[in-house]
C-alpha cells in the first residue's frame, strides 16, 4: 500500500532527538499528545495527560479480554495505561520511531511494539479495539491533493474495518486544520511543514468523517483546541524552566526552536487556525460504498 504521508526518516528526524530531551518536558509518562484539562489551574500536566488516556480506555470500554492496537503509540503511554486500569489481554503498539519501540521494549516487555507503519502491518491476531493519537497528522504529506488525501484516509479507516470485529471501537485523536495552514504560501505554514513535522500535513474535520463514514458509526466527537493550546504551553514553561539540561542534550538550536515552534502552535490553537479533535467510532456491519464516491477504488 502507497504511503503518501511521513517516512520513517522524517519521523525520525522530529521524534529521535533523545528520550531525556523529551521528558525534560513532556513529564515523565512520556505523552506528546494534546492532553484532556478538566478546568482548574491546580490541575497538573501529568493529571491531564492521565484523564486524556482514561478518556479512551473508557471510550473503548476497554476490559481484559481485549486486544488493543495502538497506531502510532509513541513511547507507550496509552497501552502501559490500559494495561494498568482495564488489564487488557493483549497490547501492540505501532511507531516509525527506533527510540519510542526500543523505550517501550524497556518498560514493559509485555506490550508487542513494531517498527511498522500501519500501511504494512499484518497481524497474527486481530485486535479487538484500536486507538490512535496524534498519529493521523502524519497519514498525508503537504502538496498532496484532496483526491490523494481522501484516498489515505480511506485507506486507513478501511484496514481498521477490516481488522475490528463487528461493533468494535475505534478511537482517534488529531490536530485539524481549521482553514488558515491550506495557504501553502504562509510563513507559518512552511515553518511546521519543512522544519517542524517533514511530510506532514493535518486533515480538516470534512475529510475526516467523509473517509471514515463508509466504515464507521460516528459514536462521539470532542473538539478540544483550547486543551492543545493549555498542553503547549505547559510544555514550552517545562522546556524552558529545563532549558540547561535540555541543551546539554540536543544542543542550544533544537531547544530555541522547540520553543519557537510550541508558541506558534499555541497561536494556531488561540485563533483557531487548528484545533484538537476526539473521535469514538463503532464498526460498521458492512462497508457503505455508496456514502463516498469512488471508495472501493481506494
Given at each position: 500500500m502507497t504511503n503518501l504521508g511521513a517516512s520513517q526518516d522524517a519521523i525520525s528526524r522530529h521524534y529521535d532527538v533523545s528520550d531525556e530531551y523529551y521528558r525534560l518536558f513532556l513529564g515523565e509518562a512520556m505523552v506528546y499528545s494534546c492532553a484532556l484539562w478538566s478546568g482548574p489551574d491546580t490541575e497538573s500536566l501529568e493529571e491531564a495527560q492521565t484523564a486524556k488516556l482514561d478518556y479512551f480506555v473508557r471510550q473503548l470500554e476497554l476490559n481484559a479480554d481485549d486486544h488493543l492496537l495502538d497506531i502510532g503509540c509513541g513511547w507507550g503511554a496509552m497501552l502501559s495505561r490500559a494495561r494498568q486500569v482495564a488489564g487488557i489481554r493483549r497490547a501492540t503498539g505501532l511507531t516509525l520511531s527506533t527510540n519510542q519501540r526500543d523505550h517501550i521494549a524497556r518498560l514493559d516487555t509485555r506490550i508487542d511494539v513494531r517498527l511498522v507503519a500501519w500501511q504494512d502491518h499484518e497481524p497474527e491476531e486481530p485486535p479487538s479495539k484500536i486507538v490512535s493519537i496524534g498519529a493521523f497528522e502524519h497519514f498525508v504529506s503537504p502538496g498532496n491533493s484532496r483526491e490523494q488525501r481522501l484516498a489515505a484516509y480511506v485507506a486507513f479507516f478501511r484496514r481498521c474495518h477490516e481488522w475490528l470485529p463487528p461493533g468494535g471501537l475505534l478511537g482517534l485523536q488529531t490536530i485539524g486544520q481549521d482553514g488558515a495552514m491550506e495557504n501553502s504560501d504562509s510563513r507559518m505554514s512552511s515553518f511546521f511543514e519543512e522544519t517542524v513535522f517533514p511530510e506532514s500535513s493535518p486533515p480538516r474535520l470534512s475529510e475526516v468523517?467523509?473517509?471514515?463514514?463508509?466504515?464507521?458509526?460516528?459514536?462521539?466527537?470532542?473538539?478540544?483546541?483550547?486543551?492543545?493550546?493549555?498542553?503547549?504551553?505547559?510544555?514550552?514553561?517545562?522546556?524552558?524552566?529545563?532549558?540547561?539540561?535540555?541543551?546539554?542534550?540536543?544542543g542550544e538550536a533544537t531547544v530555541k526552536l522547540y520553543l519557537i515552534y510550541l508558541r506558534a502552535c499555541m497561536f494556531q490553537f488561540r485563533m483557531l487556525y487548528s484545533n484538537l479533535y476526539r473521535f469514538t467510532f463503532e464498526r460498521r456491519k458492512e462497508p457503505l460504498t455508496t456514502v463516498l464516491a469512488g471508495a472501493g477504488r481506494y
Open positions: 468523517l467523509e473517509a471514515a463514514d463508509p466504515f464507521f458509526h460516528l459514536g462521539e466527537l470532542r473538539i478540544d483546541g483550547d486543551h492543545y493550546r493549555r498542553t503547549c504551553d505547559a510544555w514550552r514553561e517545562n522546556l524552558k524552566r529545563n532549558r540547561i539540561a535540555a541543551t546539554d542534550l540536543a
